[in-house]
């Protein structure tokens, strides 16, 4: 597609519900990233991925939280057990990454998936 | 830990005047990124202007320039002759790259206010 794309744009869920959240990274690109945005902490980086492998996971804020990537293509954040402060907005971001050749390739974001745990 | 500041919460300008956002950073690292993202009601971040550490230079697009202190840590942006599609929460951001370690360290975000 021509940006990144996340699916749902928005979602309510219930205290105690496991989510999904899906990103679809821009053809081409072998990193892509999850951050949460929220009013109280801003924009937190949560894991990173190159390819498939995360090498980073230091970002996700407890067990609950998990990602994987497959086909070095489309990622899902699962959040189990969902807590509300949880809510937030979930961003995902791809670029080319070690495909590039450089270090200083942009992050192009999605629109974000809204969470909100009631 | 590297991390973000921006200072002013919220900022507002006149429509056609200049507007600069102040952004400092800590790090203790030599060879580093700094960004300006823009994220209007939309939510869509949009790069708008990167800086590579390395570089005396200061980086400029069309409106939109830096200035970048590296001795002070200072990455602040100013935008000439300002436009309502300017407003928008405008976020500072650090990137180093080593170990792995790929994301990005956003400051809180100055909310631009554009005055017609």
């Known amino acids: 597609g021509a940006g990144v794309s996340q699916s749902p744009s928005n979602k309510v869920t219930e205290k105690g519900k496991d989510v999904e959240l899906r990103c679809d990274p821009i053809?081409?690109?072998?990193?892509l990233y999850w951050y949460r945005q929220s009013l109280g902490q801003g924009l937190e980086f949560l894991i990173y991925?190159?390819?498939?492998?995360?090498?980073?996971k230091s970002g996700l804020p407890s067990d609950r939280f998990s990602a994987e990537r497959t086909g070095g293509s489309v990622s899902t954040l699962t959040i189990q057990r969902t807590q509300q402060e949880d809510s937030a907005v979930y961003l995902c971001?791809?670029?080319?990454?070690?495909?590039?050749?450089?270090?200083?390739?942009?992050?192009?974001f999605g629109p974000g998936t809204r969470l909100t745990v009631l | 830990a590297q991390t973000v500041t921006q200072s002013q919460p919220e900022m507002s300008v006149q429509e056609a005047e200049t507007v600069t956002l102040s952004c400092t950073y800590d790090?203790?690292?030599?060879?580093?990124?700094l960004f300006w993202y823009k994220q209007p009601p939309s939510r869509q971040m949009i790069l708008v202007i990167r800086?590579?550490?390395?570089?005396?230079q200061n980086a400029t697009e069309n409106r939109f320039s830096v200035n970048f202190q590296k001795a002070a840590k200072s990455f602040s942006l100013k935008i000439s002759d300002s436009q309502l599609g300017d407003a928008a929460m405008y976020f500072c951001?650090?990137?180093?790259?080593?170990?792995?370690?790929?994301?990005?360290?956003f400051g809180k975000g100055t909310h631009l206010i554009i005055q017609p």
């Open positions: 951001a650090y990137r180093w790259i080593g170990g792995g370690a790929d994301g990005l360290t």
């Open positions: 800086q590579e550490a390395y570089k005396q």
């Open positions: 790090t203790s690292e030599s060879d580093y990124y």
């Open positions: 053809s081409g690109h072998t990193a």
């Open positions: 991925f190159q390819g498939n492998s995360a090498p980073d």
């Open positions: 971001a791809s670029s080319l990454g070690l495909a590039g050749g450089g270090s200083t390739d942009t992050q192009y």
